[in-house]
């Protein structure tokens, strides 16, 4: 039986054009699974610590996962890693579409390069090997142009089957720390900063036409635990979307937390999307408003009428499904005559609630830009309300604010500035790496800011000074997402424990209850369907296994290339671990396959500690903890105990102060990697 993984891996060297197959022995996928896992272990064993993020010693992977082509649910993600120059330490960003399975229909595992080409190049893989092809006439263009581009150019060299492509715009040629890498017409591993690091290698695209077959050590068994699965699916019935507003509004009003079931959550994505959670987020507490300064009250439901799930879905034209997903929540829109994606959640509240813009059109037109010059929304939106505040606080010089009508609410102001970000010209070099480096740059020192390669200094002028520093909300250097702790507190605490910190992807209290892992694990606590709000920001053993429990599934599975939302229905409906046995050929227990999600997240975390990141340091910003607690609305009175909350999880994971100790690493079979500083 053939598992599912080839046990190759290419390696491309842009400084010298190298281009080889290499060979990954079984004992790696069997401790670190492949995707996430298997992009960890070779940065860390290949990548020398130290090495400058943007250099030519960084290593930037592409990995699909190990699920990925076995006609397993959910497995067609990928994941872009990296020494992130956001953060310093750990990078990762994930995106779905159809990039992973062609990876692998090229024969291998995982595309590492490394190295900077004295031209701009793209990356063509095949059946038949791997070339690099000049792309100076490519550069400048943006991502969507790239990709159609190279199409073109594939099918007029003779190529019949379309080419998967994933491309940087703009933003990662200028080497936008927040900027990320686009496939599929505008989907985008966004965070990390890894357009950055593509950018700085000169490489703008990958081209992938192989069409091998990806094997599987037992498909018909694969085949009929998806079968399993699509025959438990419940449908349930979905109310008008206004309805969904009140949903919000009686969760907030409720003295418990519900335990959510993954079957209502998929229907909601099934028919609206992620943008489906708009207003119920809102009203709920749940979206970040105002900069994290303000509430519902700030953004009432006349102004939340814009963006409800169904004004969003009446600009949808068609819905399409990432790879090996049933539930297809993704769906293709029309901004001025242009095919482009529908935006999602996170975008969506990035660029109205957390703005108070209430203009839906700008965030269609924003949420194009921002794929065409492959930034991330996220980071960006966070950067715009940044400058909206310093601005209203008159802390800005006015020079450099000019005729930018830069308020709260002013949809063309957030556009205005958000150009100029993707231009990097003028008030929007200074926020064009995200709100870390604007605050340094606006800081005492002024100027341009250390460690922000690439970047322009800030405008003349008087520095706001800690006013910059207080209204830049991130974790890490990475901003936040549109997950406020203050609702649930196991946002801020994965927010600052993961080695990629401030993604809401790694870790929350709802994703756990939804994981449903004590149907599979021994000992994996199980949440009441309805607990006390007050006691999800209390510490204890139970909530720290609980945590722990989540970053060791969320690193599995990202090793498997299953989606966040598929695993959302729970481990035991997907029957994921049977899978993982039915694809590999092995035979182990949920226990141990949630060991080799701690190895990988253990060695992530050593590649951020060898990158010279100090735990204690990493801490959301103290507006986005409740400190001090707000006074109105949805999350009043509320603060996250983070410290005692990382204290218990760090005892959990045998990670003192954030430091694995000798014995975890020991159990681990890590203790001879520690310290290790690549080659």
């Given amino acids: 039986m053939a598992a599912s993984y080839t046990g190759k891996v290419l390696t491309v060297d842009l400084g010298t054009g190298k281009i080889e197959a290499e060979s990954v022995p079984d004992e790696v996928y069997e401790r670190f699974i492949g995707g996430l896992g298997l992009g960890a272990w070779w940065l860390y064993t290949r990548m020398p610590a130290g090495a400058d993020p943007l250099g030519s010693e960084a290593v930037l992977g592409f990995v699909p996962g190990l699920l990925t082509g076995s006609g397993s649910l959910f497995t067609g993600r990928w994941m872009a890693v990296c020494k992130s120059p956001l953060t310093g330490g750990w990078g990762d960003a994930n995106c779905g579409g159809t990039l992973a399975p062609a ?7 995982a595309i590492f390069v490394r190295g900077v080409s004295e031209k701009p190049v793209y990356l063509e893989v095949g059946n038949s090997g791997a070339v690099l092809r000049d792309a100076s006439a490519l550069w400048g263009l943006d991502a969507m142009e790239t990709e159609e581009n190279l199409v073109a150019a594939f099918g007029a060299a003779g190529g019949k089957k379309r080419p998967s492509v994933a491309a940087i715009g703009p ?11 686009v496939t ?22 990958l081209v992938l036409a192989g069409t091998k077959p990806i094997p599987c050590a037992d498909r018909a068994a694969v085949k009929a635990n998806s079968l399993a699965f699509a025959r438990s699916v419940r449908d349930f019935p979905l109310p008008p979307t206004g309805l969904l507003r009140l949903g919000g509004v009686l969760l907030r009003k409720l003295p418990w937390n519900l335990r959510f079931d993954g079957f209502l959550f998929g229907a909601v994505l099934g ?21 994290w300064r303000g509430s519902e009250r700030d953004y009432p439901a006349r102004a939340s009428r814009a963006i409800d799930p169904a004004r969003v879905l009446e600009r949808q034209e068609r819905a399409y499904h990432c790879y090996s997903c049933p539930t297809g929540c993704g769906g293709l829109c029309r901004v001025d005559g242009r095919e482009t994606h529908k935006p999602e959640y ?16 700008a965030v269609f037109r924003m949420n194009d830009a921002m794929n065409r010059a492959g930034i991330d929304t996220i980071s960006a939106g966070a950067s715009i309300a940044m400058a909206i505040e310093l601005a209203e606080a008159g802390v800005l010089p006015k020079k ?7 308020r709260w609410g002013s949809a063309a102001g957030a556009e205005a500035l958000l150009r100029l970000m993707i231009a990097r010209e003028g008030l929007g070099a200074v926020f064009a790496d995200g709100v870390r480096q604007a605050a340094l740059r606006l800081g005492p020192a002024g100027g341009q800011a250390a460690g922000a390669p690439g970047a322009a200094p800030g405008p003349a002028g008087p520095a706001p000074g800690a006013a910059a520093l207080e209204a830049a909300v991130h974790s890490g250097g990475q901003e936040l997402a549109m997950h406020d702790p203050r609702n649930d507190p196991g946002f801020a605490l994965h927010a600052a424990v993961d080695p990629a910190p401030g993604k809401h992807t790694v870790g929350c209290r709802l994703y756990y209850g939804m994981f449903r892992l004590w149907t599979r694990v021994p000992g994996a606590p199980k949440p009441p369907l309805l607990e006390r709000k007050d006691r999800a920001f209390e510490s204890g053993p139970e909530s720290a296994r609980a945590a722990v429990l989540s970053s060791d599934f969320i690193s599995l599975f990202n090793g498997a290339g299953l989606c966040l939302f598929g695993s959302l229905y729970g481990a035991d409906r997907l029957r994921f671990f049977e899978t993982l046995d039915a694809a590999t050929g092995w035979r182990r227990s949920p226990a141990d396959y949630l060991e080799a999600g701690r190895r990988i997240q253990t060695l992530r975390q050593l590649f951020s500690l060898r990158e010279g990141i100090e735990p204690k340091d990493v801490v959301p910003s103290a507006r986005a903890l409740g400190r001090p607690p707000k006074e109105a609305g949805a999350n009043r009175g509320r603060s996250v105990p983070l410290e005692a909350l990382a204290r218990g999880y760090w005892e959990e994971i045998g990670w003192p102060e954030g430091r694995p100790s000798p014995a975890t690493l020991a159990r681990l079979g890590l ?3 520690e310290g290790r500083h690549g080659r």
């Fill in 346 to 361: 996170e975008t969506v509240l990035a660029l109205s609630g957390l703005l108070l813009c209430d203009d839906l059109e």
């Fill in 271 to 291: 028919r609206l999307g992620t943008a489906g959670m708009n207003r119920l987020s809102v009203e709920w507490g749940d979206a970040p408003l105002k900069n």
């Fill in 103 to 109: 990876i692998k229909r090229c024969g291998f595992d």
């Fill in 171 to 181: 933003a990662g040629e200028s080497r936008s720390l927040i900027s990320g890498i």
């Fill in 671 to 673: 203790a001879e990697l």
């Fill in 184 to 205: 599929d017409g505008g989907r985008i591993a966004a965070r990390s900063g890894v357009g950055a690091v593509m950018g700085s290698k000169r490489l703008k695209a």
């Fill in 400 to 406: 450099a604010l000019g005729d930018l009508d830069l």
